[in-house]
């Protein structure tokens, strides 16, 4: 019995799991499946969107700074081919044509220098007082006079502050000479520190020896990579923009945009953490995930708890089933005991009535003057008399066995259960008062009428009281009948405190042919045909009992749905 | 009129239809000793054939047989002899077999084994009403 219990326990488990596996996989798959497709695709144009706003930012720049510089030179060689080299040599000139500049452009021009060509500064207006500086040694002017124009990159020169040079190169009389502009480096310094995007978006620009051009706004090692990737691939990307995401030394994800300024000579970078760049993108992302998740959780508990439900329901309704079955089987096992039983009643019946009518004919003949006078005559009649009793136990027997078998006159009829109770009390009252047995009666009364057969119900509680009677004959007791509604159910209870049934017994009792009673005084037929009887009728019929503590005997029966009016 | 009450004077004459032979036996035993003129017969066949000799008043006859139905047997009986009364004996059980056949005319019945004191009662009874 454990180990069935333990297997159907298994079994359910099984079917729990499978159910809610089912349910699970049904439910969240396609979910998580399509969340994953929407993301991905997301991530993928968002990826694509924020390139290409970052190379449309840095393209952008790359143009004005271009655009800045050619502005720049052209100015300065409108100034070189305008006016000639005496008029420039004249510094109040030059100095007037300086703060014309300024006025135009504000101050991006610092100073202008008009340079010979042995390097020696003819003339000079500016802030700072470099007068006849000799530039023969520096790199710039030898750049500046193999040229028409030239571009430096950014150094401190002899100012001692971060500056570049725009240089012309002109000739008066066959003898080149150089009028050169420095522009401001915080002017210059400005266009690319507007650059700015998120929390760590920045740009600067780089040389071709990897070296500052203008000022970072973080800290960083130009010389590493990836700056040094780009200059060397910067023939890739002549007019264009290049893009790469690398990680830095602290492991964070960096997006590099790259563009080529002044030729090819400068480098504009501009970098930010992918973090920053895609926080929406992130945020969405979590977002999402946190749904989804949060989705995914609530299907588990419903799955669980709806499967939890269905199993239960599977559960009960298999241990219906499985009483159903017990009592079909029992049903049946009565019914074939039955017939066996009405078959061999019937066999019997004749022999018994022949063998009385036999006794019968003895008595006659007894009665004839030959044997009045015979001295033995009252112990024929004894005899006879013997031989009827029993051939009438004889026929109560097979009347059982034929009521078992269920052919006793069973015409449904309308009974007041109270009435039919009432009237076996009253036939049960004298032997009650031999047994010492105390009655008491507890009716509910306006009981609605019941549709059985009277013959059968009034058997089935005669044989409950006459049980319940046997018991107590001994020591006495109390019989107590009581009778209720419970629902749909009219309920009777006979009970006694006889001596009890003891367990073993108990799940027996119903059962053909069952009996505790000594041999010959019992046929161990009543409650099984008490049992069939009430089961007919579409009723109960339990036993409650402990060893010394009397028996309950239990029987239901249905109320029928049609009836409009209580019985009266 | 004159007829009827002459058999309540004269002897009662029985026809015993039953196939257990023990039975059919002492019960006209018994029956003769208590005044009536018993004829037993132990099958359908054989009561139809003897009825056709004989004036019976009264028939008892056994529902259950081998040979025939008892109700069969019956019918024949009411048909061929209205005015001769039918009691019927059945097993225990068969009432419904013996409420068919007060349809068709039968006196009335008795569940086997009976008292004989109820079945000489009811002899008389179905002599007096005659039918």
């Known amino acids: 019995m454990n180990q069935n219990k333990g297997m159907h326990n298994g079994y359910y488990y099984s079917l729990t799991r499978n159910m809610l596996l089912v349910i699970i996989l049904v439910a969240i798959m396609p979910m998580i499946v399509v969340s994953s497709i929407i993301l991905y695709e997301f991530d993928v144009s968002y990826h694509e969107k924020v390139h290409a706003h970052l190379e449309e930012l840095v393209l952008k720049h790359k143009h004005n700074i271009d655009g800045f510089l050619k502005q720049k030179l052209g100015d300065i060689r409108l100034l070189g081919k305008t006016f000639s080299y005496e008029e420039l040599k004249n510094e109040s000139f030059l100095r007037n044509r300086l703060e014309l500049l300024q006025e135009i452009y504000g101050p991006v021009f610092v100073d202008l220098g008009v340079i010979n060509a ?113 200059l060397k691939d910067s023939k890739k990307f002549q007019d264009g923009v290049r893009i790469i995401e690398r990680e830095d030394d602290s492991g964070n994800k960096v997006i590099y945009v790259a563009a080529l300024l002044k030729h090819g000579d400068w480098l504009l970078v501009y970098q930010q953490r992918a973090s920053d760049a895609f926080s929406d993108l992130k945020r969405t992302l979590r977002t999402t995930i946190a749904i989804v998740l949060f989705a995914s959780l609530c299907i588990m508990v419903i799955a669980f708890i709806l499967s939890k439900r269905m199993v239960n329901r599977v559960a009960l309704a298999d241990q219906e089933k499985e009483m159903i079955s017990e009592q079909v089987i029992e049903t049946g096992k009565l019914a074939s005991v039955g017939e066996l039983a009405a078959g061999i009643a019937h066999e ?77 009390i009253a036939l049960s009252a004298q032997r009650a008062k031999f047994a010492n047995v105390d009655i008491n009666i507890n009716l509910q009364r306006d009981l609605r009428m019941i549709k059985v057969s009277q013959a059968e119900l009034q058997q089935v509680m005669l044989n409950l009281i006459n049980n319940a009677l046997d018991e107590m004959e001994k020591s006495g007791g109390t019989l107590k009948v009581s009778s209720a509604l419970e629902g749909d159910y009219i309920v009777v209870e006979v009970a006694d405190n006889g001596p009890g049934i003891p367990e073993a017994n108990l799940a027996r009792i119903f059962d053909p042919f069952f009996t505790t009673k000594p041999v010959g005084k019992g046929t161990g037929l009543g409650l099984s045909i008490c049992y069939g009887i009430i089961k007919k009728m579409g009723g109960d019929i339990e036993v409650r009992s402990a060893v010394d503590a009397g028996a309950t005997f239990r029987v239901k029966i249905p109320i029928p749905e049609d009836e409009e009016q209580p019985g009266n | 009129m004159a007829d009827r009450d002459n058999h309540r004077e004269k002897t009662i004459k029985v026809l015993l239809v039953d196939d257990e032979v023990g039975f059919a036996d002492i019960l006209a035993k018994r029956l003769g000793k208590r005044g009536m003129a018993v004829t037993p017969v132990y099958t359908g066949t054989e009561a139809i054939q003897t009825i056709r000799k004989n004036d019976f008043h009264v028939a008892v006859l056994d529902l259950k047989m081998e040979d025939m139905d008892g109700i069969e047997v019956l019918k024949i009986f009411k048909k061929a002899y209205p005015e001769m009364a039918v009691i019927m004996l059945t097993g225990h059980g068969s009432e419904q077999a013996a409420k068919e056949g007060i349809q068709y005319g039968a006196f009335d019945y008795l569940t086997k084994p009976c008292e004989l004191e109820d079945l000489v009662k009811k002899i008389h009874q179905a002599t007096h009403q005659g039918r």
């Open chain 1, 348 to 424: 019997i019946n004749n022999p018994v009535a022949i063998m009385m009518e036999e006794a019968g004919w003895i008595e006659d003949l007894l009665e004839e003057e030959d044997f009045k006078e015979r001295e033995n005559l009252s112990e024929f009649k004894r005899a006879l008399e013997q031989i009827r009793t029993q051939g009438r136990r004889c026929k109560e027997i097979t009347h059982k066995l034929l009521s078992f078998a269920r052919k006793t006159d069973s015409r449904i009829q309308d009974v007041q259960i109270n009435d039919l109770v009432e009237e076996l």
């Open chain 1, 118 to 230: 042995r390097g020696l500064q003819m003339a000079y207006a500016g802030p700072f007082k470099l007068g006849k500086a000799l530039y023969s040694n520096a790199r710039w002017f030898q750049m500046a006079m193999k040229s028409d124009y030239f571009k430096s990159d950014v150094f401190l020169g002899l100012r001692g502050l971060p500056h570049f040079i725009i240089a012309v190169r002109e000739s008066w009389n066959g003898e080149p000479w150089i009028l050169r502009a420095t522009v401001d480096f915080v002017a210059f310094n400005n266009l690319v520190e507007n650059i700015r995007l998120g929390e760590t978006g920045f740009a600067f620009i780089l040389n071709r020896k990897g070296e500052f051009q203008t000022k970072p706004l973080f800290d960083l090692i130009p010389t590493k990579e990836p700056y040094t990737d780009f």
